[in-house]
């Protein structure tokens, strides 16, 4: 079978009348239910319908429609509540549906760079008509153009493409009731054509008010009885609805190259029209019809008897459906394999521009189950119909799709004005590859992230019911598209679990095992490491044990160094637990800590660069520079090694030491160690400073450091006085070994422990450097300061054991609230090295880091994406309601629109609906950043709104800068311009141009004013 030219559809989304997700209406198209509503006379009335009409005799108090058209998640697009307020809700609609269709198939993410077209229609824009257009403010000034821009229908596909950034041909379209499957024709044409790569086709049709009614009059399509009843011979028509629906295209053979998961295939496609040859404009023709049926199997290169049901456009009028029963008889109508026929306006009515696409769906929806549902209230065919000597048939129940070949069915779409499109589907054979199950650590981390923490609850509450619901499924699977396949954004939650019962437990009844954070977007990522004093036995022996990247890399710096040193150092990280002890003090040794360390390091160093996670500054306590000096380029493996083995022996030549460790701050410690032989080794913080040199000197003054400060002061695990008067002894020896050693240029930019200050390449290359490391002062207290001033938002990994650096970071900067993350146990701790490692990356993504979980992978097999649940949007009321008195006219500018949040919803109660911003908020300063601020509130829809908080970041555009300008200058009687607007950017520097203004133009100012006031005198 040659698929080379077919088109795979493998995304989707749809919102049609009585359904609320895909899986209810697939369930209501099984039982045959419709969604048709009877009317009361106040739910009528209430829609602004007089009471005269109610009591007329072909009034029909039935409607069909989607609820909530007035909701949207207008925060997850960034546009600013008074814009929504008028964008059209089909837009609206539209716009969330297309995200939908692009995240079911795990295209809705940055990291896609696939061409992404858009093809689509909507119906006429009835809430312009009745509830903005009769309002002058709405169709003149800045606020009329805002609302054009908003309401019309030329805006619908550029308008999605703007919103979720895509770059393939945006085309709007409309042929009438067959707009969206016309759309779905042009989108495959333009695949084909290679134009784009993927492309969302579909449509949208709201209306404006849906419980409304309608008149039934003889020889109109519409509905005598409200119902629709397709072929039947009760059928008097239809009734039209509210819905949408759109598909995701993409080419069949790349879409098997991608590994996407196939949902159905287009073989075929094809539109015209039919002219004249009918008795009139709105009229079917069957000669046009059949025209684009064979046309369609024609590019399909199906033969029409292996077509085995038909998605009618099926209205339920007597002259229509006898016709279109005519062109499917003449071109289906030999073979001998049974064909049903179907109509899902039977269901749902008709959705106008919609129809189409949604049939489209369902017809997806049958091949995807193998089933074929009843025709909603079908009795008995249409007298002008006749059926009985074709293969053609109407279910009046459920049924399995048998065929002997591959499942094939012929969707039709005819739009009034005599448009007419097929399209043939086939369903999707490939074989779906899943990911095989494996020990990668980040395959036990479920990540969700929206950008309001309603969002995320809801859906944590969606997948676990999702989960429920399919028990079976693998929860790598699940965690792979999660992670892959989604984008992430401000509210994040990690979840670890290992199989699908313990995330079901943890999501529903483990609320305190969720880790929860909101974050802005972080792009850099900073390594610290420690020196000497951290170790500890065994420490990584899970690791080791579990991931072979980091055991190899492991065993690579012990083979080094078993070749450098006397003796092995492999059994104090692969130990017995009765030996823990005995070797722990053998770990206080220089030989054994500095190269067990570096090996450590070293090892975190190479996994977490196989992740593709490097970072862009660095810092290394004392001895953990080395690791760093390897890192960025200085040091060779081969030199760095020798380095570390090199120091570490002369370590041993000297005087026995020690190292006290003092909770307090130098200048508090200074005084009292004063006369004694003793070295600073470390200015760690506020609240540690070491001490150095020999233990019978650190011995004199422990307990009086104790008794003067009330504290206690501790030993570190070292048998050596480092950074101290000790060392000097062995300085010129190291110095000439260094000074043997190529080194060159640093690639990556570290923060030098020992000065306090950004590394010099001409510092780090030479030999006095790396002497003088040795025997100096540690200065982590300044260098974390002057890391932390340029890297303030990174995200700070300790890679070393026993978490010490970055707590020392944090107790530094307590007050800046840090994303510090530890990989490492602390040897209290009695978790697993796999643990805390798998823990910490969940941190890593929880603080903002965008990581690459596939390069995290041992595969690099395409995953095909699960059909989890989608984003949960956060739909608020974005509505203008129409004057009830025209003639009061529209007071535009002071205008409450039905919009906000409750405070008692408010993902933070003290900032209402104030969006996620890098800025903290700052309440105005001024009286003119007061009013300004007013403004901007009213503008946006937003309060509070901050004296900082940028205008772009607030959804802010150049049009809707124009009219804040605009009310600005009024306000203030000055002429703000739209370039230094923008350049200011927020209510403070706004308010520093009125004052500027005013100061430059004061004089003029005055005589205007006084002016004004002559003229109302004369008045």
């Known amino acids: 079978?040659?698929?080379?030219?077919?088109?795979?559809i493998i995304g989707l989304s749809a919102r049609v009348p009585g359904s609320s997700e895909l899986s209810e209406f697939w369930s209501n198209l099984c039982e045959g239910n419709t969604a048709f509503q009877a009317l009361s006379d106040e739910d009528i009335k209430a829609q602004g319908i007089h009471e005269k009409f109610l009591s007329q005799e072909n009034y029909i108090k039935v409607g069909t429609g989607i609820p909530d058209t007035d909701k949207f998640d207008a925060a997850f697009f960034d546009i600013p509540a008074r814009e929504a307020c008028v964008l059209d809700p089909q837009q609206r609609v539209f716009l969330e549906g297309c995200w939908e269709a692009l995240e079911s198939a795990g295209y809705a993410t940055e990291r896609s760079n696939r061409s992404v077209g858009v093809f689509a229609g909507a119906s006429m824009n009835s809430y312009w008509m009745r509830n903005l257009a009769c309002e002058p403010e709405y169709v003149s000034s800045n606020s009329g153009f805002q609302s054009l821009l908003g309401n019309d229908k030329d805006y619908l596909a550029t308008r999605v493409a703007y919103k979720l950034n895509l770059h393939g041909p945006a085309v709007t379209l409309q042929t009438a009731c067959s707009?969206?499957?016309?759309?779905?024709?042009?989108?495959?044409?333009?695949?084909?054509?290679?134009?784009?790569?993927?492309?969302?086709?579909?449509?949208?049709?709201?209306k404006v008010p849906q419980e409304a009614g309608y008149f039934y009059q003889e020889g109109m399509p519409f509905s005598k009885d409200g119902k629709c009843l397709a072929f039947d011979k009760e059928g008097t028509g239809t009734i039209f609805g509210s819905g949408m629906g759109v598909v995701l295209l993409k080419s069949y053979e790349q879409a098997v190259v991608d590994n996407d998961d196939i949902l159905a295939v287009v073989r075929g496609s094809s539109f015209n029209n039919d002219g004249n040859r009918k008795v009139g404009f709105t009229a079917p023709s069957s000669e046009g019809q059949v025209a684009a049926i064979k046309r369609a199997l024609a590019v399909a290169e199906v033969d029409p008897k292996t077509i085995s049901y038909i998605e009618a456009h099926g209205t339920g009028t007597n002259l229509g459906d006898p016709i279109e029963f005519q062109a499917i008889e003449e071109v289906y109508g030999q073979g001998k394999l049974p064909c049903r026929i179907g109509a899902l306006k039977a269901n749902i009515g008709h959705l106008e521009t919609a129809a189409g696409i949604v049939g489209l769906i369902k017809s997806v929806l049958m091949l995807q189950h193998k089933k074929i549902p009843p025709v909603a209230n079908f009795t008995s065919i249409n007298p002008h119909i006749d059926i009985d000597p074709t293969r053609f048939s109407f279910n009046t129940k459920l049924e399995a799709w048998h065929s002997e070949g591959p499942r094939r069915a012929g969707v039709s779409s005819f739009g009034m004005g005599g448009t007419n499109t097929h399209i043939i589907l086939e369903e999707a054979n490939c074989d779906k590859v899943c990911p095989a199950e494996s020990a990668d650590i980040h395959r036990e981390i479920i990540t969700l992230s929206a950008k309001s923490s309603k969002s995320l609850e809801n859906m944590t509450e969606n997948l676990a019911h999702w989960l429920a619901c399919n028990p079976e499924v693998s929860l790598q699977h699940v965690v792979a598209t999660l992670q892959e396949r989604r984008q992430d954004f401000t509210f994040r939650r990690a979840i670890i679990a290992k199989d699908v019962a313990q995330a079901l437990d943890v999501m529903t009844n483990q609320p305190q095992k969720q880790m929860t954070m909101s974050s802005a977007s972080r792009e850099d990522i900073v390594f610290l490491f420690p020196g000497a004093g951290a170790q500890y036995v065994n420490m990584g022996r899970d690791l080791y044990r579990s991931n072979q990247v980091f055991r190899q890399a492991i065993d690579v710096c012990l083979d080094r160094f078993d070749a450098l040193l006397n003796h092995p150092i492999r059994q104090y990280l692969d130990a017995p637990d009765e030996q823990v002890d005995a070797l722990m003090v053998d770990l206080q040794k220089p030989n054994l800590m500095f190269p067990i360390t570096f090996t450590f390091q070293y090892g975190f160093a190479q996994l977490f660069k196989s992740w593709g996670i490097h970072p862009k500054g660095l810092l290394g306590h004392s001895h953990g520079e080395y690791i760093i000096a390897h890192l960025a380029g200085v040091m060779d493996f081969d030199t760095v090694t020798l380095l570390v083995a090199k120091r570490a022996e002369l370590m041993m030549k000297l005087k026995v030491g020690g190292m006290l460790v003092v909770p307090h701050s130098y200048d508090e410690v200074a005084p009292l160690i004063r006369g004694n032989h003793i070295s600073v080794g470390a200015k760690n913080s506020k609240r540690n400073t070491v001490l150095s040199g020999e233990k019978g000197q650190l011995n004199s003054v422990k307990d009086l450091l104790e008794t003067q400060l009330n504290c206690e002061v501790k030993w570190l695990h070292i048998?050596?006085?480092?950074?101290?008067?000790?060392?000097?002894?062995?300085?010129?020896?190291?110095?000439?070994?260094?000074?043997?050693?190529?080194l060159h240029t640093p690639q990556l930019d570290w923060v030098s422990s020992i000065s306090g200050d950004w590394v010099s390449a001409s510092e780090v290359t030479a030999a006095k450097y790396w002497a003088e490391h040795m025997r100096n002062t540690v200065e982590y207290a300044k260098a974390s300061a002057t890391l932390v001033e340029k890297f303030g938002n990174a995200v700070f990994v300790d890679l070393g054991p026993n978490q010490v650096v970055g707590e020392l970071l944090r107790e530094n900067h307590a007050e800046k609230n840090l994303a510090i993350v530890s990989v490492a146990r602390s040897v209290r701790q009695k978790e697993s090295d796999y643990d805390i490692l798998r823990d910490a990356l969940s941190k890593v993504w929880l603080f903002g880091y965008?990581?690459?979980?596939?390069?995290?992978?041992?595969t690099t097999q395409q995953l095909m994406p699960l059909p989890l649940p989608t984003y949960a949007f956060d739909r608020k009321t974005y509505w203008i309601e129409p004057k009830a008195d025209s003639k009061e006219g529209a007071d535009f500018e002071n205008m409450t629109f039905i919009s906000g949040v409750d405070e008692q919803e408010s993902d933070v109660n003290t900032l209402g609906n104030r969006p996620n911003l890098m800025t903290p908020y700052t309440a105005p300063a001024t009286a003119t950043e007061e009013s300004i601020t007013d403004i901007w509130q009213k503008f946006f829809g937003i309060n509070p709104i901050g004296s900082f908080d940028n205008f772009i970041e607030l959804g802010g555009t150049s049009l809707l800068a124009t009219e804040v300008i605009g009310e600005i200058n009024k306000s203030h009687k000055c002429k703000v311009t739209l370039s230094d607007f923008l350049a200011g950017g927020n209510i403070k520097l706004v308010a520093a141009l009125v004052s500027q203004w005013h100061a430059k133009n004061e004089e003029q100012l005055k005589l205007e004013i006084l002016k004004e006031l002559e003229?109302?005198?004369a008045n």
Not at 850 to 858: F, I, S, V, Y
Request: with cysteine; charged share 20%; proline share 1%.
């Open 1 to 8: 079978m040659e698929l080379e030219n077919a088109i795979a």
């Open 850 to 858: 965008p990581l690459d979980w596939q390069a995290m992978g041992t």
């Open 179 to 206: 707009t969206s499957l016309v759309a779905v024709h042009m989108a495959c044409q333009n695949i084909l054509l290679g134009e784009c790569d993927m492309a969302l086709a579909g449509g949208v049709s709201i």
């Open 719 to 742: 048998d050596a006085g480092l950074h101290s008067y000790l060392v000097d002894e062995i300085y010129d020896e190291f110095y000439q070994v260094v000074d043997s050693c190529k």
């Open 1015 to 1017: 003229q109302e005198l």
